[in-house]
T-cell receptor, first 115, second 117 residues
């Protein structure tokens, strides 16, 4: 079975440009998570969805960030306009179930560099 | 207060020896899960092992085992017979069962393990 798929794997852009990160969760999983990893802050949750509905977006840093999940097999994280401080690795993860017993499986991540 | 604490920023272990990576956690939720992930230099996050708060026995997965001490709120990862490929960052994480933000994982800062030949 395919794992979580993310694209692109690497993105280099200039400040002010729009960036869109994509994620395909594991088929059948009903929870999808977006995390960001930086040296300073470690791994932090940005937003998560249950059955395509955003449940908690309190981790989204500011209005420049938005996320959508139009269907069960696709989600996007968009940054507009991008800033150098957005440079990080962005992970998408999915799980079947949202309880404490349910394992989240991560995609390979997108390494974003904003110049 | 940090919910997940990993006190060892870096560790060295000799190949073929066992190593213990420490993790303590803080929660008032009676239902929670503890997870360990491995992040090699290539960057992906690989799930290793899970321990539930109600599990009576320590979890094991191949060379990985979890030393779960509930009263002390610790969930240490033990890697037996270390291999060079075990060199990576290791993250302890917790997912709480009820109340608060139910879905997400809370991560520690990680421990960088280096296996010496």
């Amino acid at each position: 079975d395919a794992g979580v798929i993310q694209s692109p794997r690497h993105e280099v852009t200039e400040m002010g440009q729009e960036v869109t990160l994509r994620c395909k969760p594991i088929s059948g999983h009903d929870y999808l998570f977006w995390y960001r990893q930086t040296m300073m802050r470690g791994l932090e949750l940005l937003i998560y969805f249950n059955n395509n509905v955003p449940i908690d977006d309190s981790g989204m840093p500011e209005d420049r960030f938005s996320a959508k999940m139009p269907n069960a097999s696709f989600s996007t994280l968009k940054i507009q306009p991008s800033e150098p401080r957005d440079s990080a690795v962005y992970f998408c993860a999915s799980s079947f179930g949202g309880t404490s017993t349910d394992t989240q499986y991560f995609g390979p991540g997108t390494r974003l560099t904003v110049l | 207060a940090q919910k997940i604490t990993q006190t060892q920023p870096g560790m060295f272990v000799q190949e073929k020896e066992a190593v213990t990576l420490d993790c303590t956690y803080d929660t008032s939720d009676p239902s929670y899960g503890l997870f360990w992930y491995k992040q090699p230099s290539s960057g992906e996050m690989i799930f290793l092992i899970y321990q539930g708060s109600y599990d009576q026995q320590n979890a094991t997965e191949g060379r990985y085992s979890l030393n779960f001490q509930k009263a002390r709120k610790s969930a240490n990862l033990v890697i037996s017979a270390s291999q060079l490929g075990d060199s990576a960052m290791y993250f302890c994480a917790m997912r709480e069962g009820y109340g608060g933000s139910q879905g997400n994982l809370i991560f520690g800062k990680g421990t960088k393990l280096s296996v010496k030949p």
